[in-house]
């Protein structure tokens, strides 16, 4: 996997970045909010692939990760205006097992709002105070000094000091101050938490620690509850992963670009530049050794999307790697950029996860524009193509990437729109009845790509013979 930077900032726009399980804090200032944020990720590697060891990991067992926040919010704000989650720029490629984790994080976090779902930018957000599982609170005086942070030992629980808008005036409450559990249970009524007020004299320590994801230079993984793991990083595209602290929209005013307003201070995980370009950054040139791969169906999110995987292996049977991931404006095509190399075999492959009483489908390959095959696909099977049968049923004249070549011949330019598909690779998934018969076996004609002309090659230096 690549390696990962962390920042972090008052904004997406204002990051710098975060010296993870240093114990040095990040300051974050705004007209909105001032404090410091802190990282400790267990097993993390840096920019330089060293691993810092941290006494946090041993004052908390059990988790393996942390984001921790002390600060003030400058304005007014009421508990339940203050949200808590993650966003993203573009829609996720999701594993199988998507509908189990999310009942995990719903059985976890009761007030969890998302749209993970989402075509456009994906959200999960929940109440900072009910969604923490550490959450201390304490009244300050103008020009008080603040406690040191991150402080020595990990953040505990206190919520004697709340400021509410009850008779009492205070949040001296049993249920709010005896344990995490009962603090985050009781904050799961919206109309306690619109009773709690935070304002400038309103020191806040957060921890937001669990363990269900553990980091290695090897990957990521989710575990979730039965003893299931899943490696994430297959289906991460590299976009940055943010956690964000941000002010609540009504739903009246959520659009599906914008679920939330404006964000306080924000944590986020990415890769590191340098190995996105030494990896995946072909889709810059049109010299660049690439080819892409474009994954069609009804309706269609990422290279996995309602059950349909697809993804290009190499003669060993190894999966390609896979850079820049994008759904179309029509939401019915995916693309994606591979690395290539001419001379080299390749075959381009698919799982159905939808099970047993899935579709059927006809899986129908192109390269370079022209049809190149199909095969019929049972529900919840896996599928593969290796190539074009051009003598038998049984005998394939496999993929393999080619140099395009060129010439300056002005009659070439007759058959330019044939160029706007070269150096793509294209598996459509179609639905078909369940009783349909295969045609006979008729082999197949596949010439490859003729020269075209310099002008027409739009993309890349490679082609499929």
Known sequence: ??????????SMSDLVPVHVDSGVPVKVSSDAFEGQLAVFIKGFADEDGKVRDSDYFRKRSGVTWSIQMQGRFLKEYTADDLLFGNIFDRPLKLPWVF??????MNFVDPTLEHDLGSSSKPWALSPLIATMPY???????PGAPE???????????????LRTTSANGNGKNAKTKDSPSKRRGYFTNALRRQEVVFGPEDLVTTDFCYDFLTFSPDGILLNLPGGLSIEMTKYWDGQPVRFVCCERLKK????AERAWGRILWC???EPVEDDLREKGSTRSTKSGSSARSAFHSGATRVMLHRGYEVWIADSRGQPLPEYQVEVGEDDSVVTCYIPSESGKEFSICWKDHNGPMANHTSMRTFVDGVRAGGKRCYPGVSGKRDGVRT????VYHPFQFAPLQTTDDEDALCGVGAS???????????????????????????????RVHERSKKAGAHCVT
């Open 1 to 10: 996997m690549p390696r990962l930077r962390i920042l972090a900032g008052p």
């Open 99 to 104: 509908s189990v984790a999310v009942k995990f």
């Open 147 to 161: 406690p040191p942070f991150p402080p020595k030992e990990p953040t505990g629980d206190d919520t004697t000091q």
């Open 420 to 450: 706007e598909q070269l150096g793509t690779i294209e598996l459509r998934v179609v639905h078909i009845h369940p009783h349909v018969r295969s045609a006979p076996f008729k082999p197949a004609t596949f010439a490859g790509v003729s």
């Open 391 to 394: 003598e038998s049923a049984h």
């Open 267 to 269: 944590v986020v995980i």
């Open 252 to 255: 009246e005013e959520r659009t």
């Open 135 to 141: 959450f201390a609170h304490r009244r300050i005086q």
